[in-house]
């Protein structure tokens, strides 16, 4: 079992920076895939990032590349997504989400959840 917490969503201004982070607890060692996903009412859930703890694997979805970093602090069990430039189109639930399968990028492919956080970005 694996339980996932986000933190970090707010709102901000168009140009602005936040930092979500995400923590793990449980059997994580079994759920080496821990990415991110977003989803907007009325939409499909959509991968942001995906990524493997080991470091092994890393995808961004195109509009954010070279805007948004994620990267791992494993001694608080903890991926952290630095979001800069964001933009209006960002704005959406942000979730992370953990799984067994290997480069998975699709939300069937990821056995945990977390409860998401909301990200808000005005123009």
């Known amino acids: 079992q694996v339980q996932l917490v986000e933190s970090g969503g707010g709102s901000v201004t168009a140009g602005g920076s936040l930092r979500l982070s995400c923590t793990a607890s449980?059997?994580?060692?079994?759920?080496?895939?821990m990415s991110w996903f977003r989803r907007v009412p009325g939409k499909v859930r959509e991968l942001v990032v995906a990524?493997?703890?080991?470091?092994?694997?890393?995808f961004y979805e195109a509009s954010v590349k070279g805007r948004f970093t994620v990267s791992s602090d494993t001694a608080k069990n903890m991926v952290v997504l630095q979001m800069n430039s964001l933009q209006p189109e960002d704005t959406a639930v942000y979730s992370c989400a953990a799984g067994r399968m290997y480069r998975a990028q699709h939300p069937i492919e990821y056995d945990y959840w977390g409860q998401g956080t909301q990200v808000t970005v005005t123009s």
């Open positions: 449980g059997h994580i060692n079994r759920s080496p895939a």
């Open positions: 990524t493997m703890w080991d470091g092994t694997y890393t």
